[in-house]
Every structure is written in structure tokens, then in C-alpha cells.
């Protein structure tokens, strides 16, 4: 085995959730939704350290064996392609803003805010941010649950 990544939100985006999405989570007919919500943050076939991730060209193809970018600047998870980026700060409105030396994960840009390695196999990414896609929310939103 090649090891495996796991980027977690971290306790503080847990206790952020809306209570709406605690409870839609802990559906159990939402099985399905949460086991996709939760493959997002697994890469099964490779360990991925924070210094790969802020070192990677991950903007230019590679080749298909082990973790390699994804052609859209991205890893493979075991939920699907998520972009990686570099985190940026200051500007105004999204303009002038600076690299700042983090790396960002999927669309809603997650930064890594602290990373561990678990063993010589794994690493665990603690992150600000949930990593999968807005849209496995809708799925959850599909679930009408009594009082909300």
C-alpha cells in the first residue's frame, strides 16, 4: 500500500455547522450523502504531506500512476477530483491579494492549517473548511427533515 491522506475539518468547522446539517448528517437515511461527503477527504492510494502539496506545479498534467495531478490542477480522492491551490491573503474584494504560503483544497479553497503524519503511511490534514463540493449539500437538502 502507497498510504492514504485525509483531509479533516477541524473541530472548530464541526462545532460551526449549521444544526440543520448536524442533524442531516447524522440521518441515517442520509447514509449514502454522508459516506460521498466523507470519501472527499480520503486519497487511499498515496500519502500527500503538506510539503508535496505547497511544492507541486499541481496546474500541469502528470502521469496516471500513484497521486499525480489531475489535468485540472487536482487530487484524486476517493469522492472524486479536488483542485489544490495556494491559500492568499489580503486585497480587497479578491483583488491584490498575495500568495501567503498555504495550500488550499477543492472549490470552497479549505486551507491546511496543521498536518500530521500517522505512521510512515499516513498523514492527516487538519483543515479550516469542509473539501468537498457545495453540491453534496443539495443531496442532503433533499431529505426534508420535521421542524426546519
Known amino acids: 500500500s502507497a498510504g492514504y491522506t485525509i483531509f479533516c475539518p477541524s473541530n472548530a468547522v464541526m462545532e460551526a455547522l449549521d444544526p440543520k446539517r448536524k442533524l442531516q448528517i447524522k440521518d441515517p437515511r442520509n447514509i449514502e450523502v454522508t459516506e460521498k461527503l466523507a470519501a472527499y477527504h480520503v486519497i487511499q492510494n498515496g500519502k500527500v ?6 511544492r507541486e506545479d499541481w496546474t500541469v498534467p502528470r502521469s496516471p500512476d500513484g497521486v499525480a495531478a489531475l ?3 487536482g487530487v484524486l ?10 491559500s492568499k491573503s489580503g486585497g480587497f474584494l479578491g483583488l491584490g491579494a498575495k500568495e501567503d504560503g498555504g495550500v488550499v483544497i477543492g472549490n470552497n479553497e479549505a486551507k491546511v492549517v496543521k498536518s ?16 468537498a463540493p457545495d453540491l453534496i449539500w443539495r443531496y442532503f437538502d433533499q431529505l426534508r427533515i420535521p421542524g426546519f
Open 71 to 73: 489535468s485540472i490542477g
Open 49 to 54: 504531506t503538506q510539503e508535496r502539496l505547497k
Open 77 to 86: 480522492t476517493l469522492g472524486g477530483e479536488l483542485r489544490v491551490g495556494r
Open 116 to 131: 500530521t503524519n500517522v505512521g510512515e503511511k499516513g498523514v492527516v490534514h487538519e483543515m479550516d473548511g469542509f473539501v
